[in-house]
């Protein structure tokens, strides 16, 4: 049988989305972040398939807070296990 996958979105502003990212990666049961601009277009994916290691992350979370920079709302899609 097929696994499925659980999404949930979030609407996010610029300045609170490193913080919800975080969050969501500490909770740990999390697949996949998906982050989308106010136009609803993908502008980053994270894959969270493997064990969860703050410095493989740190790239990642350091791209987020310069897309923070640019963009001010934002749209988190989480897919769950």
Do not use: C, H, Q, Y
Request: charged residues 35%.
């Amino acid at each position: 049988m097929a696994e499925e996958n659980k999404k949930e979105e979030f609407k996010v502003s610029g300045d609170e989305i490193l913080k919800k990212v975080k969050e969501i990666i500490k909770e740990g049961n999390a697949r996949r972040i998906i982050i989308k601009d106010e136009k609803g277009e993908v502008i980053m994916e994270i894959p969270l398939t493997f064990a969860v290691v703050g410095t493989v992350f740190a790239p990642v979370l350091a791209a987020v807070g310069a897309l923070a920079a640019l963009i001010a709302d934002f749209t988190i899609v989480v897919e769950k296990k």
